[in-house]
């Protein structure tokens, strides 16, 4: 798959990270930026990945900042985008097995490396079950 990744400055320590471990999974990066610690404004790289997901230039994406929640409102902001911010794997499970989430937003001052990591498996590897979950998503998507 081809995943987009993007942090503000609290989330690139981490972004670093997982993009070494996505990439040994076989997947595809898009590295949309930050590149430093330096302070920057999430905003701007939340909506650059949502553009990527809504012109299905990638498959999947993976927003980090701080808490993950500023990160999922914007994202969010973009419609055929479904962000979900997740704190444990049974998250990450449910909101693409039932949400068919295409963003997974991490805060890095919340999760730790090694759970980060755990939570990003489960959201690559989980499948949308479709069925009665199609026309919920379906609402989302268009109110």
């Not at 650059?48 to 999947?60: G, M, V, Y």
Request: hydrophobic letters at 35%; a negative charge; charged letters at 20%.
């Amino acid at each position: 798959m081809k995943i987009a990744i993007a942090s503000d400055h609290g989330g690139f320590t981490l972004k670093q990270t997982l993009i070494e471990h996505i990439k040994s999974l076989g997947h595809t990066i898009v590295d949309l930026g930050t590149d430093s610690t330096s302070s920057v404004d999430y905003p701007d790289f939340a909506h650059k990945l949502a553009n990527e997901i809504q012109t299905k230039s990638c498959d999947l994406g993976v927003l980090i900042c701080g808490t993950g929640i500023g990160m999922e409102m914007t994202a969010n902001r973009h419609g055929g985008v479904r962000a979900a911010n997740c704190t444990n794997t049974t998250q990450a499970k449910l909101t693409r097995e039932h949400n068919n989430a295409n963003v997974l937003c991490l805060g890095a001052r919340i999760v730790g490396e090694v759970l980060a990591i755990d939570v990003v498996n489960v959201f690559l590897t989980t499948q949308f079950e479709g069925g009665r979950h199609e026309k919920r998503v379906e609402k989302i998507d268009n109110p």
